[in-house]
Nanobody, 131 residues
């Protein structure tokens, strides 16, 4: 069964850090590009970061550039999102998803100058930044 599971969310003070994990089962995650997304209450889901399957090239939304870092651990079949200097506006449910290069999945997001489709999604993990 193909599955993505996010973990690592929680409550953190402004300026703090969290590391989110996106663990895959049922397939090899390194064969896919992986996106991180977030959705705050009353807002649309937005793309936060993306890591390519080929050379690990990473892209970031302007709002998180310089604060967030995406990486892979191939041995653990996991992608991480390190989030530093967190701000209250980072509060959201964070999701990871694997890229669908066929384009058949109609969840389109723009990363690195290209519109990409994402097929398999995790259930999300809550991140709350508050003092």
């Amino acid at each position: 069964q193909v599955q993505l599971v996010e973990s690592g969310g929680g409550l953190v003070q402004p300026g703090g850090s969290l590391r989110l994990s996106c663990a895959a089962s049922g397939f090899t995650l390194e064969h896919y590009g992986v996106g991180w997304f977030r959705q705050a209450p009353g807002k649309e889901r937005e793309g936060v970061s993306y890591i390519s399957r080929t050379d690990g090239t990473a892209y970031y939304a302007n709002s998180v550039k310089g604060r967030f870092t995406v990486s892979r651990d191939k041995a653990k079949n996991t992608v991480y999102l390190q989030m530093n200097n967190l701000k209250p506006e980072d509060t959201a449910v964070y999701f990871c998803a694997s890229e669908d290069e066929t384009g058949n999945s109609r969840n389109y997001y723009f990363f690195g100058g290209q519109t990409r489709s994402f097929g398999s999604w995790g259930q999300g993990t809550q991140v709350t930044v508050s003092s």
